[in-house]
């Protein structure tokens, strides 16, 4: 009992950090490139991630976590950031938080595939339910989404959903810092050449509030959020303390009302009621 809420706990300070992502991705791609921001930040945080494995002298990982670790390098280093990053030039940002919500469901899926796990059918009943209040907020707020941003953002569920179960799994094994500090490294060499194909002709047009936005997804969304994330999946399970994403759209909306000035509706808050209590009643059966 303690391990799970342990684990829960955890997963809850990950999901915390994530919530700010969207909003500090859609504020650093006004001024930056989709491609420089996946690999910059991707490159920033795989050199914290290499300076913390070298103080806290890290063994290396056995060859046969190379496969592994590349999925979780596809799923959160490149794929998500990327495909996110895509999104945000067609969508708003609180369009785009909504999506987050079916991260659960995709999550639980591969965990099942990835992972082994088998929750019980009432643990499907709740997410399903839960992905479902979030799809359809996210129809019902269709405020200047385009179908291009919504698939983009599909896609980059999915991949996020792979890598996130993926990575739970290696965390059992190696920690949970030490996996996204791992897969981070492998995908340095391909992140830092794409990161200087990419990068801008001129500074000037950078705004104050790109840099906070590439540091916060650099330092935070792409390191310690998932310091915290892998531990709380590896502790508490993959299947239901993923269901902690259901709330991630939420306070990602509170965000992005409060830094982007989108106003919050009504629907927010019935939405979140809805999605609490599927959080709860996953948890009960996973």
């Known amino acids: 009992m303690e391990r799970t809420t342990a684990g829960w706990g955890s997963g809850f300070l990950g999901v915390l ?20 921001l996946t690999s910059a930040r991707a490159v920033i945080a795989a050199l914290l991630g290499a300076l913390f494995l070298r103080l806290l002298h890290q ?9 592994p670790l590349a999925i979780v390098a596809i799923g959160v280093v490149l794929g998500f950031p990327l495909l996110t990053g895509l999104a ?18 995709a999550t639980a899926i591969f965990g099942v595939v990835r992972g082994g796990e088998r929750p019980q059918p009432a643990f499907w009943l709740f997410s ?15 405020d200047g989404g385009e179908l291009a941003g919504d698939l983009l953002m599909i896609a980059a569920i999915l991949l996020c959903g792979l890598g996130y179960a993926e990575g739970a799994t290696l965390s059992r094994r190696l920690g949970g810092w030490q996996v996204i500090s791992w897969a981070l490294l492998l995908a340095l060499p391909p992140m830092m050449l794409i990161a200087l194909l990419t990068v801008p002709a001129s500074w000037a ?3 104050v509030p790109a840099w906070i936005g590439l540091a916060y997804v650099s330092i935070f969304s792409m390191l310690i959020g998932f310091v915290f994330w892998y531990r709380g999946l590896a502790l508490g399970g993959i299947a239901g303390v993923g269901q902690l994403q259901l ?40």
């Open 247 to 286: 709330l991630q759209p939420f306070f990602g909306l509170v965000l992005a009302a409060l830094l982007l000035h989108e106003p919050v509706a009504w629907t927010m808050i019935a939405s979140t009621v809805v999605v609490v209590l599927c959080v709860a009643g996953a948890k009960r059966f996973a």
């Open 17 to 36: 950090i994530f919530s700010g992502s969207l909003p500090a991705t859609r504020v650093a791609v006004a001024d930056l490139s989709p491609l420089f």
């Open 205 to 207: 047009g950078v705004g």
């Open 88 to 105: 945000l030039r067609h969508i708003t940002a609180a369009h785009s938080i909504v999506f987050v919500g079916l991260l659960p469901l």
């Open 128 to 142: 399903t339910i839960g992905a479902a209040t979030v799809a359809g907020f996210a129809l019902y707020r269709r």
């Open 59 to 67: 063994s290396r990982p056995a060859r046969s976590d190379l496969v």
